[in-house]
T-cell receptor, first 113, second 116 residues
Framework: AAGVIQSPRHLIKEKRETATLKCYPIPRHDTVYWYQQGPGQDPQFLISFYEKMQSDKGSIPDRFSAQQFSDYHSELNMSSLELGDSALYFC????????????FGQGTRLTVV | KQEVTQIPAALSVPEGENLVLNCSFTDSAIYNLQWFRQDPGKGLTSLLLIQSSQREQTSGRLNASLDKSSGRSTLYIAASQPGDSATYLCAVSPLPLNTGGFKTIFGAGTRLFVKA
């Protein structure tokens, strides 16, 4: 069965650069969530989208923005990168109906040097 | 504000032992609860999902229970194996928002090491 696909799997950027992470949800899933997991930390919710509209917002820095496109894939844009942005970024998707669960991708490991 | 706590933070057991991981949450108004496994530097693997109306779920050697009223869940692992060594994360999803979105709130995890 198809899972949530994230790309790239690994990314190395320098401070003040920009990074774009992509997430391709499970087919037919209409909701996408982004999480950030710092070293030794539990995943923290950043932002979610339902039907291409932002549905909830967590602890996402103003330097970050995200959107969901017409094919339901989502991109997380991160500008003016800081060393503290180094983390594992997870995307999850779900189908908005009762009893759905969120399926997580394998994550993108971002290292800012 | 929903908070998820996992005890113990770390656990080391000999192979073959049965063990219990604990998870507690402060707000009983949840949509579902999931247990995940995470290997070092890797992604999240969903192990079990318990809907708010359910009391337990089983998959192979794993059994997860949910007591919503007391805000507790346990993950029982039978006959542990070295391959079970990983971090186990408990996560709850609050009731969906009117906008249709809901987010998963994670505990800090229990790091399990099963000795051969």
């Amino acid at each position: 069965a198809a899972g949530v696909i994230q790309s790239p799997r690994h990314l190395i950027k320098e401070k003040r650069e920009t990074a774009t992470l992509k997430c391709y949800p499970i087919p037919r899933h209409d909701t996408v969530y982004w999480y950030q997991q710092g070293p030794g930390q539990d995943p923290q919710f950043l932002i979610s989208f339902y039907e291409k509209m932002q549905s909830d917002k967590g602890s996402i820095p103003d330097r970050f923005s995200a959107q969901q496109f017409s094919d339901y894939h989502s991109e997380l844009n991160m500008s003016s990168l800081e060393l503290g942005d180094s983390a594992l970024y997870f995307c999850a998707s779900s189908l908005r109906e009762l009893n759905t669960e969120a399926f997580f991708g394998q994550g993108t490991r971002l290292t800012v040097v | 504000k929903q908070e998820v706590t996992q005890i113990p933070a770390a656990l080391s057991v000999p192979e073959g032992e049965n063990l219990v991981l604990n998870c507690s949450f402060t707000d009983s108004a949840i949509y579902n609860l999931q247990w995940f496994r995470q290997d070092p530097g890797k992604g999240l693997t969903s192990l079990l999902l318990i809907q708010s109306s359910q009391r337990e779920q089983t998959s192979g050697r794993l059994n997860a229970s949910l007591d919503k009223s007391s805000g507790r869940s346990t993950l029982y692992i039978a006959a542990s194996q070295p391959g079970d060594s990983a971090t186990y994360l408990c996560a709850v999803s609050p009731l969906p928002l009117n906008t249709g979105g809901f987010k998963t709130i994670f505990g800090a995890g229990t790091r399990l090491f099963v000795k051969a």
